[in-house]
């Protein structure tokens, strides 16, 4: 698996150029005016990890396959979107299906691009995209209220759980805070998550700075860095002008391009790489002469789960993994090497994949 992340934000503020460059297409319209987002677009992108290169070159494999993540153009949202403004609630709709939000904020000047509230200002901008979110699920929660109460009253233990939890959510929305900082334990995770809320999702917020600062941000980017840390949240800067000048360039020519823009790797990489952290995901490697893969699970998943992602029957006839650490791998040349000098493990069910490990499955048919 990989994830899926909702890009939302203010009109105009290099949301679908941002896109337009993570996935490398056209998919998505990018003009100066609101509302050129007409429906969501999706692009699955692959994950750029050099380990994979390297293990590749070693087992000689004759094909690559990244693991590849989902990114979600949400069209711009505006003051009273939770009341259907602009596009509204069609839109934020669109928010709830993803694991993740990236929040693409205006940290950079230019008389050219109107900004639809009148002034640069990011965390201004931030607090109007939080604040539609919040207003959307305190209606939503609102409308539940009544429902399950009665059937909590009737005894339906799983209603009386949800009704815990809607009520401890309606406390901080009206206050103004967001949902995902309700307070709750790791077994009332997976009904908290299917109550769906917008202000729940873990945010990644996305500094689209001018191209002198891509590389260490601006006065604005250093508000949203700040903003990020009170929270508990991630933040990226990225430079969606050089991101998309980057994407349509060929790959020999695009590591001369980063040195002369001061860069030393495409702004994708840093949004990946912050979004798996935010999202506790990491990557394992299924390497041999065929094919050389990379597979994304969470952080802390077993090894019949991790076999799973591949196909179910993996995860139910499961018998042990064998199981080789990234710098063993690379270091001993191989499997071969790495089984000589005793590197090779073999593990069982109650095994927690590691990040780079390189395994290989044994299960019953």
């Not at 998919?27 to 969501?40: G, S």
């Not at 873990?202 to 508000?223: K, T």
């Not at 029957?313 to 650490?325: P, Q, S, V, W």
Request: net charge negative; aromatic share 6%.
């Amino acid at each position: 698996m990989g994830f899926k992340c909702g890009i939302v934000g203010l009109p105009n503020v290099g949301k679908s150029t941002l896109f337009n460059a993570l996935t490398q297409t056209a998919a998505a319209q990018a003009a100066n005016y609101p509302f050129c987002t007409i429906e969501p677009n999706v692009g699955d992108v692959a994950v750029p990890d050099p380990r994979l290169e390297a293990l590749a070159a070693i087992a000689k494999s004759k094909e690559i396959i990244p693991t590849r993540l989902t990114f979600v153009d949400i069209a711009g949202l505006v003051r009273g979107a939770s009341k259907g403004e602009g596009l509204g609630n069609q839109f934020l709709a669109n928010i709830r299906e993803c694991d993740a939000v990236a929040h693409v904020v205006r940290c950079f000047e230019d008389s050219d691009v109107t900004h639809v509230e009148g002034a640069i200002d990011p965390l201004a901008d931030i607090d109007t995209i939080e604040t539609e979110l919040m207003l959307a699920d305190l209606d939503s929660l609102e409308r539940r209220v009544v429902a399950l109460e009665k059937k909590a009253r009737g005894g339906d233990k799983e209603s009386k759980e949800s009704l815990d939890l809607v009520q401890r959510s309606l406390v901080l929305l009206r206050e103004g805070k967001p949902a995902r900082l309700v307070a709750r334990k790791a077994e009332e995770e997976k009904l908290f998550v299917s109550l769906g809320l917008l202000s729940s999702k873990p945010v990644l917020y996305v500094c689209n700075v001018d191209e002198g600062a891509a590389q260490d941000g601006n006065a604005f980017s250093a508000r949203v860095f700040g903003r990020a840390v009170e929270e508990d949240a991630k933040a990226v800067v990225v430079s969606a002008k050089i991101e998309s000048e980057i994407a349509v360039m060929p790959q020999a020519e695009q590591a001369d391009y980063l040195e002369a823009v001061g860069l030393d790797e495409p702004g994708l990489n840093r949004v990946i790489r912050a979004g798996y952290e935010l999202l506790g995901l990491l990557t394992y490697f299924t390497i041999g002469p065929k094919e050389a893969r990379a597979w994304t699970i969470v952080d802390g998943t077993r090894a019949p789960q991790a076999a799973g992602v591949i196909h179910t029957d993996f995860e139910k006839g499961f018998i042990r993994a064998e199981t080789i650490a990234y710098p063993d791998y690379v270091g001993l040349k191989g499997e071969a090497g790495a089984r000589d000098h005793g590197k090779l493990r073999l593990e069982g069910k109650d095994y927690v994949v590691a990040d780079g490990d390189v395994l290989h499955f044994r299960f019953a048919n």
